[in-house]
């Protein structure tokens, strides 16, 4: 969290709402945003060390990506977009490119990633931008759409079929540098209207006979583009996390201002039951999803052998979960969550700002693959979730120094990187000596006994879904809907074990503070999964919770499980 804070410093308090409120209406890329996130180098972060960026792990990157989503969404999309552009360069690419792409990075030239076509979408294995190659010049021709980046981009990432067939093996991924483009090889298509993020340059481009080397501009080996795109997607998925960690940040401040200046019968709505349930129930969501990005994240550079499983859960969880967060923020609000004007009880011009949060947080869930996309990735590695399950393994050594967030983290080695888990799921073998584990902890200190319950509640929950998916017949494309079922379940319980791991790895650390005694945030975010909980314990972990909440708040920190203070200023 320190380099959050460090961004936060550099930043400073974030503009008048009715500067962005206007832009957003006007359609109008955030250009004085991104420029101040560019005069302080935020694209480095994105760019390894070994090329010169400052990217040495990824959870510093992961955070600063958090803080500039808590204060635009669409600024952080817009600027972030350059890494998942790059993505691929660090995975599969040459020396040589890496420090090529590195240069203009550091140059402040905006990235794009070309995947997806009008006509095909996620479905990657159809697309239908082609690349002949004719001795060392290859020649792409072709369209891609809904592209961020695409007009503004002077890099781009394309995948592109080199053979009629196409099929796992038909496609490479090359770089396309615009200034080296003869006019009209490039043409970005017009500006895709949206419902949120209005000022992202979301469009597309076409491109005709544009000309690339065929080596050196051809990132991997001939027909290894998917697969390329497949191992760089586990990195872009983790960390689309933090944007809807970002976004419940920005609405659960909005939330817990507006509840604690509105009375109602007499009573400030805060401190109505249900209303203060709302808000620590949202809470408990949020630092779940927290936990679970957070470990995820370090498992980039620990596990990465199963991050096939770990980013698809994660990509699909804590966006929807996040979804369902701002949503039940939005009934507590009322009608002043869909105003453009009104903030509370301030009336001004462009003020609301939780309609912009909302709206924007919509479009995280497709990035990089859309909720189907992740569930079926999923549902594909069953087999291998279930093998690893029955043989009974240890969890990977690693595990244990991502949970423990006072370990330093190795280099990532992206060669690591798998397209299925081969030793299936860690942190789910981790369930049965973490429920252990607590029943030990418990044993010297009662007030721990509802959280270990629970904890054997979710390995027991966790087991009987590894049993059902073990016998599910995976057919593709012919997958029954009920293995969509599973693999949501699937998730779920891999957030939560993810939950138990980061709570024991550093309770003993945390023990001073509220959130981490006694289980007290634990507790809560198993309960949100539908896990059986003491009601008598779990009141009063909400108690906890909501005390922390608005301390937080009202301190400037960070709604987080974890210290860091801010800079923004949402205050009128």
Same mark, same amino acid.
């Given at each position: 969290?320190?380099?959050?804070?460090?961004?936060?410093?550099?930043?400073?308090?974030?503009?008048?709402?009715?500067? !962005?409120?206007?832009?957003?209406?006007?359609?109008?890329?955030?250009?004085?945003?991104?420029?101040?996130?560019?005069?302080?180098?935020?694209?480095?972060?994105?760019?390894?060390?070994?090329?010169?960026?400052?990217?040495?792990?990824?959870?510093?990157?992961?955070?600063?990506?958090?803080?500039?989503?808590? !204060?635009?969404?669409?600024?952080?999309?817009?600027?972030?977009?350059?890494?998942?552009?790059?993505?691929?360069?660090?995975?599969?690419?040459?020396?040589?490119?890496? =420090?090529?792409?590195?240069?203009?990075?550091?140059?402040?030239?905006?990235?794009?990633?070309?995947?997806?076509?009008?006509?095909?979408?996620?479905?990657?294995?159809?697309?239908?931008?082609?690349?002949?190659?004719?001795?060392?010049?290859?020649?792409?021709?072709?369209?891609?759409?809904?592209?961020?980046?695409?007009?503004?981009?002077?890099?781009?990432?394309?995948?592109?079929?080199?053979?009629?067939?196409?099929?796992?093996?038909?496609?490479?991924?090359?770089?396309?540098? =615009?200034?080296?483009?003869? *006019? *009209?090889?490039?043409?970005?298509?017009?500006?895709?209207?949206?419902?949120?993020?209005?000022?992202?340059?979301?469009?597309?481009?076409?491109?005709?006979?544009?000309?690339?080397?065929?080596?050196?501009?051809?990132?991997?080996?001939?027909?290894?583009?998917?697969?390329?795109?497949?191992?760089?997607?586990?990195?872009?998925?983790?960390?689309?996390?933090?944007?809807?960690?970002?976004?419940?940040?920005?609405?659960?401040?909005?939330?817990? !201002?507006?509840?604690?200046?509105?009375?109602?019968?007499?009573?400030?709505?805060?401190?109505?039951?249900?209303?203060?349930?709302?808000?620590?129930?949202?809470?408990?969501?949020?630092? +779940?999803?927290?936990?679970?990005?957070?470990?995820?994240?370090?498992?980039?550079?620990?596990?990465?052998?199963?991050?096939?499983?770990?980013?698809?859960?994660?990509?699909?969880?804590?966006?929807?979960? #996040?979804?369902? +967060?701002?949503?039940?923020?939005?009934?507590?609000?009322?009608?002043?969550?869909?105003?453009?004007?009104?903030? *509370?009880?301030?009336?001004?011009?462009?003020?609301?700002?939780?309609?912009?949060?909302? !709206?924007?947080?919509?479009?995280?869930?497709?990035?990089?693959?859309? #909720?189907?996309?992740?569930?079926?990735?999923?549902?594909?590695?069953?087999?291998?979730?279930?093998?690893?399950?029955?043989?009974?393994?240890?969890?990977?050594?690693?595990?244990?120094?991502?949970?423990?967030?006072?370990?330093?983290?190795?280099?990532?080695?992206?060669?690591?990187?798998?397209?299925?888990?081969?030793?299936?799921?860690?942190?789910?073998?981790?369930?049965?000596?973490?429920?252990?584990?607590?029943?030990?902890?418990?044993?010297?200190?009662?007030?721990?006994?509802?959280?270990?319950?629970?904890?054997?509640?979710?390995?027991?929950?966790?087991?009987?879904?590894?049993?059902?998916?073990?016998?599910?017949?995976?057919?593709?494309?012919?997958?029954?809907?009920?293995?969509?079922? +599973?693999?949501?379940?699937?998730?779920?319980?891999?957030?939560?074990?993810?939950?138990?791991? +980061?709570?024991?790895?550093?309770?003993?650390?945390?023990?001073?503070?509220?959130?981490?005694?006694?289980?007290?945030?634990?507790?809560?975010?198993?309960?949100?999964?539908?896990?059986?909980?003491?009601?008598?314990?779990?009141?009063?972990?909400?108690?906890?919770?909501?005390?922390?909440?608005?301390?937080?708040?009202?301190?400037?920190?960070?709604?987080?499980?974890?210290?860091?203070?801010?800079?923004?200023?949402?205050?009128?």
């Amino acid at each position: 969290m320190v380099a959050l804070e460090q961004l936060e410093h550099h930043l400073g308090p974030a503009g008048p709402a009715a500067e !962005r409120s206007a832009d957003d209406l006007a359609e109008e890329f955030p250009v004085a945003d991104v420029a101040a996130l560019d005069a302080c180098d935020l694209a480095l972060h994105y760019v390894p060390e070994e090329y010169g960026g400052r990217l040495r792990d990824f959870e510093r990157s992961a955070a600063l990506i958090r803080a500039v989503a808590g !204060r635009d969404l669409t600024v952080a999309i817009a600027h972030g977009k350059t890494f998942l552009g790059c993505v691929c360069v660090w995975v599969a690419g040459s020396a040589e490119q890496a =420090r090529r792409v590195a240069a203009l990075v550091a140059a402040k030239v905006p990235v794009s990633w070309g995947l997806t076509e009008r006509e095909h979408g996620s479905d990657l294995v159809n697309g239908e931008l082609t690349a002949v190659v004719d001795g060392d010049v290859v020649r792409l021709t072709g369209e891609k759409y809904l592209i961020n980046n695409a007009t503004r981009g002077g890099l781009v990432t394309v995948l592109a079929r080199v053979t009629p067939e196409g099929g796992p093996r038909g496609f490479d991924v090359y770089l396309v540098q =615009r200034d080296r483009l003869p *006019g *009209g090889a490039y043409e970005p298509l017009p500006k895709v209207p949206t419902v949120g993020i209005r000022g992202a340059d979301i469009s597309g481009f076409a491109l005709r006979e544009a000309e690339v080397h065929a080596v050196d501009d051809r990132v991997g080996e001939p027909g290894t583009g998917l697969e390329t795109v497949v191992r760089s997607l586990q990195l872009t998925r983790t960390l689309c996390s933090s944007l809807s960690l970002g976004a419940a940040d920005h609405g659960l401040v909005e939330a817990v !201002r507006f509840a604690s200046g509105r009375e109602l019968y007499g009573k400030v709505l805060a401190d109505l039951p249900a209303a203060a349930r709302t808000l620590t129930e949202c809470y408990a969501d949020h630092l +779940l999803n927290e936990a679970f990005a957070t470990v995820a994240t370090r498992l980039i550079h620990t596990v990465p052998g199963e991050l096939a499983t770990v980013s698809a859960a994660v990509k699909y969880l804590v966006p929807v979960r #996040t979804e369902g +967060l701002l949503a039940r923020l939005r009934g507590l609000l009322g009608a002043r969550a869909w105003l453009l004007d009104v903030r *509370g009880d301030e009336v001004a011009q462009g003020v609301g700002e939780f309609q912009k949060v909302e !709206r924007d947080h919509r479009i995280v869930s497709l990035f990089d693959g859309n #909720t189907v996309v992740n569930l079926s990735s999923l549902v594909s590695q069953f087999p291998m979730v279930a093998r690893g399950h029955r043989a009974g393994r240890e969890p990977e050594p690693g595990l244990a120094v991502a949970a423990d967030l006072t370990a330093e983290l190795p280099p990532a080695d992206f060669a690591a990187l798998r397209l299925v888990p081969m030793k299936g799921v860690s942190v789910l073998h981790n369930l049965a000596p973490a429920a252990a584990e607590l029943a030990r902890l418990a044993a010297r200190d009662p007030d721990l006994t509802p959280v270990a319950g629970v904890v054997d509640a979710l390995l027991a929950g966790t087991r009987e879904l590894l049993g059902e998916i073990a016998v599910q017949p995976i057919v593709p494309p012919d997958v029954p809907p009920y293995a969509f079922a +599973l693999a949501r379940r699937l998730a779920t319980m891999i957030a939560g074990a993810s939950a138990v791991a +980061l709570w024991l790895g550093n309770q003993q650390a945390m023990s001073a503070d509220p959130l981490w005694r006694k289980g007290h945030w634990l507790l809560a975010a198993l309960a949100r999964l539908g896990v059986p909980a003491d009601d008598t314990a779990l009141d009063a972990s909400h108690a906890v919770l909501g005390t922390v909440l608005r301390d937080q708040v009202f301190g400037s920190r960070l709604t987080s499980l974890l210290h860091a203070r801010l800079v923004r200023e949402r205050t009128a």
